[in-house]
């Protein structure tokens, strides 16, 4: 029972420290990269797995979010007969990509309001 309460206290933490890390993207790159150190950090700390789609807006080297049009810009690329999604990092140049499922829309994810995470069982 203490354990579950303490989920839901980490799980209220990465998603508040998610949203600044995110409204700081646009303004203190330093301060979104420092937060999206600690979304990692608790999520690790905790066991929290982070919500895949929200895993994939954290920049892997130096975590700060990706928003597009501010910290990444984001491509779609025609890979011989499948697309991916190409995607680079502005604040230190960490390139990314990832193949496009078909009938997804790729830019839901990188509007989505609330970071998403689980507890793993
Ligand atoms: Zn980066």
Known sequence: ????IQGNDA???I???YQISKAMASKNTILSSYY???VVNIAKKNVLKIHPEVKRQICKKCRSILIENVSTNMKIRNHNKSKRIEWKCNICG???GLPAE???DHRVWVEKE???VEIIK
């Open 1 to 4: 029972m203490r354990q579950k």
């Open 11 to 13: 799980f209220q933490r």
């Open 15 to 17: 998603n508040y420290l």
């Open 36 to 38: 999206g150190n600690l």
């Open 94 to 96: 960490e390139r990314k």
């Open 102 to 104: 078909k009938n997804k």
């Open 114 to 116: 609330e970071a998403v």
